[in-house]
């Protein structure tokens, strides 16, 4: 059994990886943490629901984790992580941190969009990017993976594939995403019951948002040049589910079929990606409380655009469902375990 510890578990991302760890087959929970509690409480008493588990929610606790902890999740606020991976990882605790704070490869852009000093610079390079179908070989061997954002995971596995076979202008790359309010995290969550619902809103337009940098980055990586995107995202008024929708120029002749058949080939050793014919009606539904990404082709002959549709649930795909996804790689189990 993999022992296995949660730091975070208060937020939505720590809930989720609760709910699915607690039920796979080849894990021990050995430790929940709560990085501002200071003092045990039973888990029942935050999350009445998981009563038959019997466990605590103790006080951070860096001596005990690596004595018990095989892996440790980090289910915390962007600019926190940084502060325990250095402990965690010069004893081999192999470690899966579900914020921003070593998905970026360069520190300088970290702090631009983050607003804070990187504090754990060195493992900056240690961090394998832990989109489980791109980088699976590197995350089996990676003692610390920076799990990725929920947009980015919708925009990148979208991409992917065009990119990859240069069908398409990577210069005009046009994102428009939708995400259920849970992507805001609780507090956000909160503000918006408080002030808004319901309501449907963009927000942190022309370029503004955080998750920017990290879908431009990886795009350039699959593309082999530097790559800009146009991206929007918005808030919809339903807890979980997120949808981008990408536009595309195509840069030669090639038909739907041939793009179809080279997605399916690009993913067709990865359960978790299903292209879908387009003339399916396809919603948010489709994926929600799953890890699957689904993903629509469709090409626009007047303006002879490639458009992408792209839906995960934010807090599965999106976070903890593919954290644990990389832990099966990370542990030689197979991909789905505990999954589906």
Not at 174 to 188: A, L
Not at 226 to 240: A, G, K, L, N
């Amino acid at each position: 059994m993999i022992k296995v510890g949660i730091v975070g578990i208060t937020g939505y991302t720590g809930e989720e990886l609760l709910k699915i760890l607690s039920k796979h087959p080849n894990v021990e929970i050995v430790g929940l943490y709560g990085r501002k509690f200071n003092k045990e409480k039973h888990l029942a008493d935050v999350y009445p629901y998981f009563n038959l588990l019997n466990l605590k929610i103790e006080p951070l606790n860096i001596k005990k984790i690596i004595n018990t902890c095989e892996i440790l999740f980090l289910a915390l606020p962007h600019s926190v992580s940084f502060e325990i991976v250095p402990y965690l990882f010069d004893y081999g605790v192999r470690i899966i941190d579900l914020s921003a704070d070593f998905r970026l490869n360069k520190t300088d852009i970290y702090e631009k969009w983050y607003k804070v000093n990187h504090m754990a610079k060195e493992y900056i390079d240690k961090a394998i990017y832990g989109l489980s179908e791109l980088n699976a070989n590197k995350i089996n061997k990676a003692t610390l993976v920076a799990n990725p954002g929920c947009y980015p995971t919708t925009v990148i596995l979208g991409c992917a594939p065009a990119i990859k076979n240069d069908f398409v202008d990577t210069e005009k790359i046009i994102i428009d995403s939708k995400s259920g309010i849970s992507g805001s995290g609780r507090n956000g969550t909160k503000e918006y019951f408080d002030n808004e619902h319901p309501n449907f809103k963009a927000y942190k337009i022309a370029g503004s948002h955080r998750h920017i940098p990290e879908i431009e980055q990886e795009l350039s990586i699959l593309s082999g040049k530097d790559i800009s995107v146009s991206f929007t995202p918005h808030i919809i008024p339903m807890e979980r589910g997120m949808m981008s929708t990408i536009y595309m120029d195509i840069k030669k002749q090639i038909s739907k079929s041939e793009i179809f058949e080279a997605y399916n080939e690009f993913y067709k050793r990865n359960h978790f990606i299903k292209i879908i014919d387009d003339d399916v009606v396809f919603g948010i539904k489709d994926v929600l409380n799953t890890n699957y990404c689904k993903i629509i082709i469709k090409i626009d002959k007047r303006t002879n655009k490639l458009i992408i549709i792209s839906a995960i649930d934010n807090l599965i795909k999106g976070a903890s469902g593919q954290a644990i996804q990389n832990m099966n790689i990370m542990f030689n189990l197979p991909e789905i375990t505990g999954l589906i």
